[in-house]
């Protein structure tokens, strides 16, 4: 008669094969790879020979470390990236939105007014926008003075300043980094109060010539993302 086999350990089994996946599922399979891993060898020590598998669940146990902390690192290297991706476009955001209103503030100081784009609720990527864009831009100012500095874009997905296709083409409006168009108020009345309904709720906001906003990354008005000059 042949020499008996000693049974495997089940939990060393269950660790190799864990370990293995986790090459492609990480630490969701890395994790139960490590611990099916330490109690198979910990009952096959128990066991005293009766049950064969160290080998298996050791290679399981490392599988399982090496991988699970390699998926941890990789996840959170990418929710990182993402942070740093939108700290990025809510700057570029808030300087274009800043240039703006800076640009209607000091088209007020040359000219003792504000720009008079035929609105004073719109945003920049309608006529009274574009309109607002060539006034602070130069060409529509009395004295052709370029008080707007913003980068320019290639698409309205990409955000900056869209003109048409061609040399001199006019301007399509001002877009966000997420491609919206900003928002902008005017105290066309001089009262020093501006009042609006923004995202469903009323806002009052005093002592400014000029409010500009733009909606965020979800392109919903008044909720957390937004990025406003007040």
């Known amino acids: 008669m042949g020499k008996e086999r000693k049974p495997w350990s089940g939990l060393a089994i269950a660790s190799?094969?864990?370990?293995?996946?986790?090459?492609?599922?990480?630490?969701?399979?890395?994790?139960p790879a490590v611990i099916c891993g330490h109690l198979g060898r910990a009952r096959i020590r128990k066991a005293r020979g009766e049950l064969r598998g160290n080998?298996?669940?050791?290679?399981?146990?490392?599988?399982g470390?090496?991988?699970?902390?390699?998926?941890?690192?990789?996840?959170?290297?990418?929710?990182?990236?993402?942070?740093?991706?939108k700290n990025?476009?809510?700057?570029?955001?808030?300087?274009?939105?800043?240039?703006?209103?800076?640009?209607v503030e000091q088209h007020y100081q040359e000219y003792s007014k504000l720009p008079e784009p035929g609105a004073n609720d719109f945003d920049t990527g309608d006529p009274a926008?574009?309109?607002?864009?060539?006034?602070l831009l130069g060409p529509a100012n009395p004295r052709g003075i370029p008080f707007?500095?913003?980068?320019?874009?290639?698409?309205?997905?990409?955000?900056?300043?869209?003109?048409?296709?061609?040399s001199g083409s006019p301007v399509v409006g001002l877009f966000d980094t997420w491609g919206n168009p900003?928002?902008?108020?005017?105290?066309?009345?001089?009262?020093?109060?501006?009042?609006?309904?923004?995202?469903?709720?009323?806002?009052?906001?005093h002592n400014r010539l000029v409010l500009v906003a733009s909606k965020g990354a979800d392109g919903i008005e008044g909720t957390g993302d937004d990025v406003k000059s007040w």
């Open 16 to 31: 190799l094969a864990g370990g293995v996946l986790s090459l492609v599922l990480g630490f969701l399979t890395g994790i």
């Open 55 to 63: 080998g298996m669940a050791l290679a399981g146990l490392i599988l």
């Open 65 to 85: 470390y090496v991988m699970s902390v390699v998926s941890v690192v990789v996840v959170l290297s990418f929710f990182a990236a993402q942070a740093a991706i």
């Open 88 to 103: 990025a476009n809510t700057l570029r955001s808030r300087t274009m939105l800043m240039s703006t209103a800076m640009a």
């Open 129 to 135: 926008g574009r309109k607002l864009l060539d006034i």
């Open 148 to 166: 707007l500095s913003v980068e320019t874009g290639k698409t309205r997905k990409k955000g900056g300043l869209i003109r048409g296709s061609g």
């Open 182 to 205: 900003f928002r902008v108020l005017l105290d066309d009345d001089y009262d020093g109060v501006i009042r609006f309904t923004y995202g469903g709720r009323l806002e009052v906001v």
